[in-house]
Structures are given as structure tokens and as C-alpha cells.
């Protein structure tokens, strides 16, 4: 299947921002641009055109962060060493010594033995307990899995063995979709010994290195190992990785934005929205609540400075908590440097003001708002960071949305998953997030070889913790928060939005960039706003309101 590797540019971040300590977690935050965007004014309004113009990683491990621990895995014991490190006891598919540094073996994470009863010394002499208690003494599990249950045995016990029977198939047919949903129910129903079993069996069929469900099974399992292992405010102190070197995270979160056009779609769709409602405005004043690289923002003032008429007066206020500063290499002011010295090469006046903050933390008097200015402001892929009513009475989550409408904005652009794991459960959040990143690792894997280095530790570092961070992690811990589209316009419109339409000009060059891509990416028109996915799986959105 032909694909070409560039595609035109807007800007990324499926965010990632890397952790500085164990107990902070940061997501992805990277915006690129290499090509032009050029600007049209036109009867129909304004627009943009596009111009063309493995070594070693880390893996996610789960361990309490203190102390030693031991761990039940059979065939082999494990325990944690004071620093937290894995070591094993025996030989160990799943633990060999370079298991942590070598793309070929089988993704493997311990589990804490607080999980597991005290009693239990050999896991396959617990099974054939159970089996001998729901099929009787003389019958195997092993050879019977395919709907063997005995005459007279109730309704129960008929189900179980069914249920067994499944179990049993999906292992032997290495069916990771099938064991991973059936590991989670174990978790969800706190069967902890067939949840056991179940992790043992995945870590001898996932792989970093293998099909894209193989992948995303390694880290899926690493989310429901530290969902056993820990809960809470405990759960990031066990979730410890090696971080990259500020270069390599860049480096990482550049090659995630090229490989796919989901954050291109955002961020040139957007800006498309914000130059039609500011075509005929004299002063702009643009609020980015999570600036990052502040290179969403280049094209934008390059078609400014081709405006008919003469560029507006643009300031961008950028607000980005100092996490960010890891992935940038330094604080908001590299970012206002960088944006004042395009401004003045392509003669537009222009200001930066940095609040450095958590998009949560923003308060009327830290937006610096002026009379005479149109007002722009975007939320690209960070509202749903903010906790809701489901997790804080502040409820920040509308709150900014409130914020934000008592300024009377002409434009404000949205952009987000098209995923519903905010106050889902355990276990349909589990789906939700398997059936996810199911389509975005396929996505990815139609570019990048399977054992290339690069793509595993772009998958590592810029997707795999917010995968964990779904699944392993409640109440304020849990940051990845997503929503659907259809949830977001009820709180835009409770706000006292309405919507903004993204014009035909702009999905038609969204369209221009998605030929630059495999031609299993859709793209769908839908009350004004666009929806790009892969297949038959919406994953991101992008909407304008007023």
C-alpha cells in the first residue's frame, strides 16, 4: 500500500509531557510545522492551502515504591529490590535478565505480592483445586475446555465451565484481544488468582516488537498489573521509568506527529477556524491553553502576514505548566522568543505573555484581557485533562468554559478524542481504551516496521502512559479523561456556546492533507464539525464555537 512518509504540517501533540518525579504525570506536547500554510481571502471567506514545500529502551515497570516486596509468578519468583528493580530467582520467560532492554522478549511486568493470598505456593495446584470442584475429580480442564460439562451439573457450574472453555481457547489460538478483556474482567470481579494466571499467560504472547495488538497488549498489561499493585495516590510511585533525554522525548513526539495526521487535523482545522473569524480584525488577542512548542502558531502568522490589507496586531497569551519545560528544554520564554522572531521577520506586530500554570490554575486575572481585541482561544487535546464534577465540587472542567464565554470570544476551537473513559467504569473503560489504541497503534504500523527502535519508543514514551494512566489509575489520579464529542457540545452549549462551523475551504484542505496519507484514514463532516479516524474508528474531533 503506497504511503508517503511527509505530510503538510500544522502543528502536534497528542501530548506527552514527561515526568520529572515518579509522582508526576505529563503528556505529550509537541507542534511541528515544515511546510506552508498559506493564506486566501476570498468571497467565501478565509482559508488556508497546504504547500509542500533497536537500542535500548526502558519499559514501564509496577512495583510498590518502598521497601521489598515478594512476588508470586509461576514458574518463577520474582522480587523487588530496595531501589524498586525486578530480579529474578529462577529462569523466567518472562523475567530474563535483559527483559527491560531487549525489543525480542515477551513484555513482561511484575506484580506486587500483596495481590496475592500468602498461602498460594504452586498456581497450576490451585487450578486443578478449582477444577476438581467444578468438574469433578476425574475430568482435566486442560482436555475439556470445549464445552465438556458433566451430566447433572447445575446451571452454575455449566457457565463457569463455558466460561473456562473460552478462556482456555483464546489462549491456545494466542488471541491477546480475547485474554486481555477476560484478564480485566478477572481484575474487575477481584478474582485475583485468575487474574494471576491470565497476566502470566499474556506476558508469553505480548510483545513491543510484535503486531500492533501485541503492543498495545504489553502496555494494557502493565495498566492492569499496577492496577492490582497499587491504587490511588500510590500509582504513579509505581509506575517508574527511565526518562529519555529532553532531545530524544522531542525527537520521539516529532516522529509520533509525522507518522500520523491526527494532530495535523487539529491544529490546521483550528487554525483555519480562528483565520476566518479574525479576517477583518485589526488587534487579536489568541489564549492557547497548552502552548507547548508554540508551533501551531507559525503558519498562523505567516498567513496573517499575507493578509490583504496588512497583518493584524497579534498577541498569544500561552499557558503550559512547568512539566512542560522538560520536553521544550526550558521554560515559556523559549517559546515567546521564537514566535517574537518569526513576527518580526514576516513584519507583524506582535506580543508573547507567558503564564505558567496548569490550565486548572487559570483565573480571570492571569488572561491579561484588553479592550479592543478579538478574542481567539484554543483547547487542543487539554480539556480533558481538567477534572469535571465527577471528580472535584470546582468542577474546573466547566469552570474555564464558563470563564472563557464571559469574555466574549469570536472563536473558540476544540479539539479531542473521540474517546468515552471519563466516569466510565473499570471495566468498559478498559474496552473503551482497548478498542482505542487498538486503531491508533494499527495506524501507526502501516509506517514505522515493526522492530524499528524508533517506533517503540515512540509508542513508549508519547502513548503507553496514557493507556496506564486509563486504566490503572481513579479519582484525581487519573488525568486521561476523555470524552465524546457529543458529552463536549452539552457542556459548550450549557456554557452558552453555540457552534461555529468549520467551513468547506477548511475541510477541503484537511482533505488535502489526508492524501498524503494511507488511504484507511476517513475523514467525516458532521453539524460542522469534523471527525478523522482510522477505518471504522472515529479518534479525533475538531469543532469551532462562538
Request: aromatic share 8%.
Given at each position: 500500500?503506497?504511503?508517503?512518509?511527509?505530510?503538510?504540517?500544522?502543528?502536534n501533540?497528542?501530548y506527552y509531557?514527561?515526568?520529572q518525579e515518579?509522582?508526576?504525570y505529563c503528556?505529550?506536547?509537541?507542534?511541528s510545522?515544515?511546510?506552508?500554510?498559506?493564506?486566501?481571502?476570498?468571497?467565501?471567506?478565509a482559508?488556508f492551502?497546504?504547500k509542500?514545500s533497536?537500542?535500548?529502551y526502558?519499559t514501564?515497570e509496577?512495583?510498590?515504591a518502598?521497601?521489598?516486596?515478594?512476588?508470586?509468578?509461576?514458574?518463577?519468583t520474582?522480587?523487588?529490590s530496595?531501589?524498586?528493580?525486578?530480579?529474578s530467582?529462577?529462569?523466567s520467560?518472562?523475567?530474563?535478565?535483559?527483559?527491560?532492554?531487549?525489543?525480542?522478549n515477551a513484555?513482561?511486568?511484575?506484580?506486587?505480592g500483596?495481590c496475592i493470598t500468602d498461602?498460594?505456593t504452586?498456581?497450576k495446584?490451585k487450578?486443578?483445586?478449582?477444577e476438581?470442584v467444578?468438574?469433578?475429580?476425574d475430568?482435566s480442564?486442560l482436555n475439556?475446555?470445549?464445552?465438556?460439562?458433566l451430566?447433572?451439573?447445575?446451571?452454575n457450574i455449566?457457565?463457569e465451565?463455558?466460561s473456562w472453555?473460552?478462556?482456555?481457547?483464546s489462549?491456545?489460538k494466542?488471541?491477546?484481544?480475547?485474554?486481555?478483556?477476560?484478564c480485566?474482567?478477572?481484575?474487575?470481579?477481584?478474582?485475583?488468582?485468575?487474574?494471576?494466571?491470565?497476566m502470566?499467560e499474556?506476558?508469553?504472547i505480548?510483545s513491543?516488537?510484535?503486531e500492533p495488538?501485541q503492543?498495545l497488549?504489553?502496555y494494557?498489561?502493565?495498566g492492569l498489573?499496577?492496577?492490582?499493585a497499587s491504587s490511588?495516590?500510590n500509582?504513579y510511585?509505581a509506575?517508574k521509568?527511565k526518562?529519555?533525554a529532553?532531545?530524544?522525548?522531542?525527537?520521539?513526539m516529532?516522529?509520533?506527529?509525522e507518522l500520523c495526521?491526527?494532530?495535523?487535523?487539529?491544529?490546521m482545522?483550528?487554525?483555519g477556524?480562528?483565520?476566518?473569524?479574525m479576517?477583518?480584525e485589526n488587534r487579536?488577542?489568541?489564549?492557547?491553553?497548552?502552548?507547548a512548542q508554540g508551533s501551531q502558531?507559525?503558519?498562523?502568522i505567516?498567513?496573517f502576514a499575507?493578509?490583504?490589507g496588512?497583518?493584524?496586531?497579534?498577541?498569544?497569551?500561552?499557558?503550559?505548566?512547568?512539566?512542560?519545560?522538560?520536553?521544550?528544554?526550558?521554560?515559556?520564554?523559549?517559546?515567546?522568543r521564537k514566535l517574537?522572531k518569526?513576527?518580526?521577520?514576516?513584519k507583524?506586530?506582535?506580543?508573547?505573555h507567558?503564564?505558567d500554570?496548569?490550565?486548572s490554575e487559570?483565573q480571570?486575572?492571569?488572561?491579561r484581557?484588553?479592550?479592543?481585541?478579538?478574542?481567539?482561544v484554543?483547547?487542543?487535546?487539554?480539556?480533558h485533562?481538567m477534572?469535571d464534577?465527577s471528580v472535584?465540587?470546582?468542577n474546573h472542567r466547566d469552570r474555564?468554559?464558563?470563564?472563557?464565554?464571559s469574555?466574549?470570544?469570536?472563536?473558540v476551537?476544540?479539539?479531542?478524542?473521540?474517546s468515552n473513559?471519563n466516569?466510565?467504569?473499570?471495566?468498559?473503560r478498559?474496552l473503551?481504551?482497548?478498542?482505542?489504541?487498538?486503531?491508533?497503534?494499527e495506524?501507526i504500523d502501516?509506517?514505522?516496521?515493526?522492530?524499528?527502535?524508533?517506533?517503540i519508543?515512540?509508542?513508549?514514551?508519547c502513548?503507553?502512559?496514557?493507556?496506564?494512566?486509563i486504566?490503572a489509575?481513579?479519582a484525581?489520579?487519573?488525568?486521561?479523561?476523555?470524552e465524546?464529542?457529543?458529552?463536549?457540545?452539552?457542556?459548550l452549549k450549557?456554557?452558552?456556546?453555540?457552534p461555529y462551523?468549520?467551513?468547506?475551504l477548511?475541510?477541503?484542505t484537511?482533505?488535502t492533507?489526508?492524501?498524503?496519507y494511507?488511504?484507511k484514514?476517513?475523514?467525516?463532516?458532521r453539524?460542522?464539525?469534523?471527525?478523522?479516524?482510522?477505518?471504522?474508528?472515529?479518534?479525533?474531533?475538531?469543532?469551532?464555537?462562538?
Amino acid at each position: 500500500m503506497s504511503q508517503k512518509r511527509r505530510a503538510s504540517s500544522m502543528s502536534n501533540e497528542l501530548y506527552y509531557r514527561p515526568i520529572q518525579e515518579a509522582e508526576a504525570y505529563c503528556l505529550p506536547q509537541f507542534r511541528s510545522l515544515d511546510q506552508e500554510l498559506c493564506y486566501n481571502d476570498s468571497s467565501q471567506g478565509a482559508y488556508f492551502s497546504v504547500k509542500n514545500s533497536l537500542q535500548q529502551y526502558c519499559t514501564l515497570e509496577s512495583s510498590l515504591a518502598d521497601g521489598n516486596y515478594a512476588i508470586y509468578n509461576s514458574p518463577s519468583t520474582v522480587s523487588f529490590s530496595p531501589n524498586g528493580s525486578p530480579m529474578s530467582q529462577q529462569d523466567s520467560h518472562s523475567y530474563l535478565p535483559d527483559q527491560h532492554h531487549s525489543p525480542d522478549n515477551a513484555y513482561g511486568s511484575p506484580i506486587s505480592g500483596s495481590c496475592i493470598t500468602d498461602e498460594m505456593t504452586d498456581l497450576k495446584y490451585k487450578l486443578k483445586e478449582i477444577e476438581s470442584v467444578m468438574l469433578g475429580p476425574d475430568l482435566s480442564l486442560l482436555n475439556n475446555y470445549d464445552g465438556a460439562i458433566l451430566s447433572g451439573s447445575s446451571n452454575n457450574i455449566s457457565h463457569e465451565s463455558e466460561s473456562w472453555g473460552q478462556i482456555m481457547e483464546s489462549i491456545s489460538k494466542r488471541d491477546v484481544k480475547q485474554v486481555l478483556i477476560s484478564c480485566a474482567k478477572a481484575v474487575s470481579d477481584n478474582d485475583l488468582l485468575m487474574a494471576q494466571w491470565l497476566m502470566d499467560e499474556l506476558r508469553r504472547i505480548v510483545s513491543v516488537s510484535g503486531e500492533p495488538i501485541q503492543r498495545l497488549g504489553a502496555y494494557m498489561l502493565e495498566g492492569l498489573v499496577a492496577k492490582l499493585a497499587s491504587s490511588g495516590s500510590n500509582i504513579y510511585k509505581a509506575l517508574k521509568c527511565k526518562e529519555p533525554a529532553s532531545s530524544e522525548m522531542l525527537s520521539y513526539m516529532h516522529i509520533l506527529y509525522e507518522l500520523c495526521p491526527y494532530f495535523k487535523f487539529g491544529y490546521m482545522s483550528a487554525n483555519g477556524a480562528i483565520a476566518e473569524a479574525m479576517k477583518d480584525e485589526n488587534r487579536v488577542h489568541i489564549i492557547d491553553f497548552q502552548i507547548a512548542q508554540g508551533s501551531q502558531w507559525i503558519t498562523l502568522i505567516q498567513a496573517f502576514a499575507a493578509r490583504p490589507g496588512g497583518p493584524p496586531h497579534i498577541r498569544i497569551t500561552g499557558i503550559d505548566d512547568t512539566m512542560s519545560a522538560y520536553a521544550r528544554g526550558g521554560g515559556l520564554e523559549i517559546v515567546g522568543r521564537k514566535l517574537s522572531k518569526l513576527a518580526e521577520t514576516f513584519k507583524v506586530p506582535f506580543e508573547f505573555h507567558a503564564a505558567d500554570m496548569s490550565g486548572s490554575e487559570v483565573q480571570l486575572e492571569d488572561l491579561r484581557i484588553q479592550p479592543g481585541e478579538a478574542l481567539a482561544v484554543n483547547f487542543a487535546f487539554v480539556l480533558h485533562h481538567m477534572a469535571d464534577e465527577s471528580v472535584s465540587t470546582q468542577n474546573h472542567r466547566d469552570r474555564l468554559l464558563r470563564l472563557v464565554k464571559s469574555l466574549s470570544p469570536k472563536c473558540v476551537t476544540l479539539v479531542e478524542q473521540e474517546s468515552n473513559t471519563n466516569t466510565a467504569a473499570f471495566f468498559p473503560r478498559f474496552l473503551e481504551t482497548l478498542n482505542y489504541y487498538t486503531a491508533m497503534f494499527e495506524s501507526i504500523d502501516v509506517t514505522l516496521p515493526r522492530g524499528h527502535k524508533e517506533r517503540i519508543n515512540v509508542e513508549q514514551h508519547c502513548l503507553a502512559r496514557e493507556v496506564v494512566n486509563i486504566i490503572a489509575c481513579e479519582a484525581a489520579e487519573r488525568v486521561e479523561r476523555h470524552e465524546l464529542l457529543g458529552k463536549w457540545k452539552l457542556r459548550l452549549k450549557m456554557a452558552g456556546f453555540s457552534p461555529y462551523p468549520l467551513s468547506s475551504l477548511v475541510n477541503a484542505t484537511i482533505k488535502t492533507l489526508l492524501e498524503n496519507y494511507c488511504n484507511k484514514y476517513k475523514l467525516e463532516e458532521r453539524d460542522g464539525a469534523l471527525y478523522l479516524g482510522w477505518m471504522n474508528r472515529f479518534l479525533v474531533t475538531s469543532s469551532a464555537w462562538k
